[in-house]
């Protein structure tokens, strides 16, 4: 009933190793269909990942089919489909350069066109948790915190697919699988370009206009991007 479920996230979570965006077991990959989720297994090795390995959950947690224990941020990925409307997929990651900025509780600016093709505006990052929400249900929490976020700053989390969680690093979402994959992949990109422009340029900073029409050529509502 959910090998189809189980094959897409077994794949969409090796596929992050062969992208670079994961090492040993941290990191994880989620979907979503029919109100049925799947996700990695916690602390097993990706390489040694099988179809039946990825466990099956409820929008509540409660385990529907599978014989491993889900990941530790399980319940992060469920705060998200719960509070975002038309996303499929989570991701967490430690990417590398992305993670620097969250260690570091910086935004990742829009400097240029490649971050603004991709993502409307800055990739924020959240509060510190309080120690009551790292003691108690601390991956619940984290999920809040990155809703919080984005009700504070009024941001459209299907616009900024992306944020960072102070001290911890990346979560990126998408209507799809593979749109999760590629907005991960873009956020470690516009990381590490990013880090080398401030470095070139601590002052460095885009016209608006610039980024606004990046933007809307390929998302907004006539966009002209690819192929009809």
Same mark, same amino acid.
């Given at each position: 009933m959910? #090998? %189809?479920l189980?094959?897409?996230?077994r794949e969409?979570?090796?596929?992050?190793v062969?992208?670079?965006?994961?090492n040993?077991?941290f990191?994880?990959?989620? @979907?979503i269909d029919c #109100? *049925? !989720? $799947?996700i990695?297994?916690s602390g *097993?090795?990706?390489s040694?990942?099988?179809?039946?390995? !990825?466990v099956v959950l409820?929008?509540n947690?409660e385990l529907?089919? $599978?014989n491993?224990?889900?990941?530790?941020?399980t319940?992060?990925?469920?705060?998200l489909y719960?509070?975002?409307n038309g996303?499929?997929? *989570?991701i967490?990651?430690?990417?590398?350069?992305?993670?620097c900025?969250?260690?570091?509780?910086?935004?990742i600016?829009?400097l $240029?066109t490649?971050?603004?093709?991709?993502f409307?505006?800055d990739?924020?990052i959240?509060?510190?948790l309080?120690?009551e #929400?790292?003691?108690?249900?601390?991956?619940?929490?984290?999920?809040?915190?990155? *809703?919080?976020?984005?009700n504070k700053?009024?941001i459209?989390?299907?616009?900024?697919? @992306?944020?960072?969680?102070?001290?911890?690093?990346p979560?990126v979402?998408?209507?799809t699988? #593979?749109?999760?994959i %590629?907005?991960a992949?873009?956020l %470690?990109? !516009?990381?590490?370009m990013?880090?080398h422009?401030?470095?070139?340029?601590p002052?460095a900073k885009?016209?608006p !206009?610039?980024r606004?029409?990046?933007?809307?050529?390929?998302?907004g509502k006539n966009a002209?991007y $690819?192929q009809?």
């Amino acid at each position: 009933m959910y #090998e %189809e479920l189980r094959k897409k996230v077994r794949e969409g979570n090796q596929r992050l190793v062969q992208l670079g965006l994961v090492n040993l077991t941290f990191g994880n990959l989620s @979907a979503i269909d029919c #109100e *049925v !989720i $799947g996700i990695k297994p916690s602390g *097993v090795d990706y390489s040694l990942l099988k179809d039946e390995d !990825i466990v099956v959950l409820n929008k509540n947690g409660e385990l529907i089919n $599978g014989n491993k224990k889900p990941s530790l941020d399980t319940f992060t990925h469920l705060e998200l489909y719960n509070s975002f409307n038309g996303i499929g997929a *989570v991701i967490h990651t430690h990417s590398k350069y992305a993670t620097c900025f969250a260690q570091a509780k910086k935004p990742i600016t829009c400097l $240029g066109t490649t971050h603004a093709d991709h993502f409307n505006g800055d990739i924020p990052i959240t509060r510190d948790l309080t120690d009551e #929400e790292i003691t108690h249900d601390y991956e619940k929490n984290t999920g809040k915190v990155i *809703v919080e976020t984005f009700n504070k700053q009024e941001i459209n989390p299907l616009e900024i697919p @992306a944020c960072l969680v102070a001290n911890h690093g990346p979560f990126v979402w998408g209507r799809t699988i #593979e749109e999760a994959i %590629e907005n991960a992949v873009i956020l %470690e990109l !516009i990381s590490k370009m990013n880090l080398h422009t401030l470095d070139l340029n601590p002052l460095a900073k885009i016209n608006p !206009i610039l980024r606004k029409a990046h933007y809307e050529r390929k998302h907004g509502k006539n966009a002209y991007y $690819g192929q009809v």
